[in-house]
C-alpha cells in the first residue's frame, strides 16, 4: 500500500506498469516497424510514399488504383500559389523564427473557408447515415442537406477565386471515377451540388475539400484521416514557401516604404511576379533514366 499526496490510500498490486500502445507501429534498437512492415524493407521494394502514408492510415497497403488516387491527390492539393497557409508562412518566416514556427503558422490558418478540414466529411457521414436509416435516395439525402444549411455555408461548396468551378475537384473526381474508387460518397457530393443549384437557383460548384474528402471516405479513410493527409501536403508548401522568404527575401519587408494591396488579390499572383522556370510539358515518369 502507498499514500499520495492527498493521503488516500491505493493498492498497485497487479497494476500494469505504464506504456503506450499502439497498433501503428514499433521499434527497437535495429528495427522500425509499421503495420508489420519494416520500414527499410519497404523502401527498399519500392513502395511509394503515398502507398506507404496509405498503408499507416489504413493498415494495409494499397491496391494499385488506390495507391493512384492517393497521389493524384497529394500531388494536385500540394501547391496553390499565394493563399492563406501560404502568406502567413511567409509573413512568419519574415521575422526570422525557426523555420518550423512559419510551418505551423502556415498550418494553424486551416479551417472552415481555407485548407483540408473533417467538418465536410463528418457532414456528409452524418447526412448518407440518416439517409440510409430512412431508405432515402441519394438525391432526397442531397436535398435534405441543403433545405438543413438554408442561408448557411455549406462546406465542400465554392471556392473563392475559382468561380467557374475548382479545377483541383474536377480532376479529382474525374480521376475517382476513371480508377474505379468513386462510390456512394462521391455521387452524393454530386447531388449535393446539383440540389444546392435547385434549391437555391444558382451554380456553386464542388471545391477542393469536398472533391477529395468524398473520394477520401469511398477508399475508405476517415473524415480526421483525410484532413491529417492534406495538412501533410499543404505543409509542404508552406515549408517550400517559408524557405523561400527567409532566403531570397530581406527580413520584415511589405513594410513602411512598401506600397499596400490585397495581399492575396490574384493581380499579384500571375505570372508577373514569378521568377521560377518556364512553362513546360509534364514528362511521363517511365521517361526518366536510371
Not at 113 to 124: R, T
Not at 180 to 187: I, L, R, T
Not at 238 to 259: D, V
Not at 270 to 285: A, N, Q, S, T
Request: hydrophobic share 40%.
Amino acid at each position: 500500500m502507498a499514500d499520495d499526496q492527498w493521503g488516500d490510500q491505493y493498492d498497485q498490486t497487479g497494476r500494469v506498469p505504464f506504456h503506450w500502445q499502439s497498433s501503428i507501429s514499433y521499434k527497437t534498437a535495429d528495427r522500425i516497424v509499421l503495420q508489420g512492415y519494416e520500414t527499410t524493407e519497404l523502401a527498399e521494394a519500392g513502395w511509394s510514399f503515398a502507398a506507404v502514408v496509405f498503408l499507416l492510415f489504413q493498415g494495409r497497403l494499397p491496391k494499385k488504383n488506390e495507391e493512384k488516387m492517393l497521389n493524384f491527390f497529394m500531388v494536385e492539393f500540394m501547391e496553390h500559389a499565394m493563399s492563406p497557409s501560404t502568406l502567413t508562412a511567409r509573413c512568419c518566416a519574415s521575422g526570422r523564427p525557426a523555420l518550423n514556427a512559419a510551418i505551423a503558422a502556415g498550418i494553424l490558418t486551416f479551417g472552415e473557408a481555407h485548407g483540408p478540414g473533417h467538418l465536410h466529411g463528418i457532414m456528409v457521414h452524418k447526412y448518407m447515415e440518416m439517409g440510409e436509416k430512412n431508405g432515402w435516395t441519394l438525391t432526397q439525402i442531397a436535398e435534405q442537406l441543403v433545405k438543413d444549411h438554408k442561408g448557411k455555408m455549406i462546406m465542400g461548396l465554392g471556392q473563392p477565386q475559382h468561380i467557374h468551378g475548382d479545377p483541383r475537384a474536377i480532376r479529382i473526381m474525374r480521376m475517382g471515377r476513371e480508377l474505379g474508387v468513386a462510390g456512394k460518397f462521391h455521387d452524393l457530393q454530386v447531388e449535393i451540388e446539383k440540389a444546392f443549384e435547385r434549391i437555391n437557383g444558382k451554380k456553386v460548384w464542388t471545391n477542393v475539400i469536398g472533391g477529395a474528402n468524398c473520394i477520401f471516405m469511398d477508399l475508405g479513410f476517415s473524415p480526421l484521416a483525410a484532413w491529417a493527409i492534406g495538412v501533410l501536403c499543404r505543409g509542404f508548401s508552406c515549408a517550400a514557401h517559408a524557405i523561400e522568404e527567409m532566403t531570397k527575401e530581406k527580413a520584415w519587408r511589405a513594410s513602411r516604404t512598401t506600397k499596400m494591396i490585397n495581399l492575396l488579390d490574384l493581380s499579384i499572383q500571375g505570372p508577373k511576379y514569378y521568377d521560377g522556370p518556364p512553362d513546360r510539358p509534364v514528362p511521363k515518369p517511365e521517361d526518366r533514366k536510371e
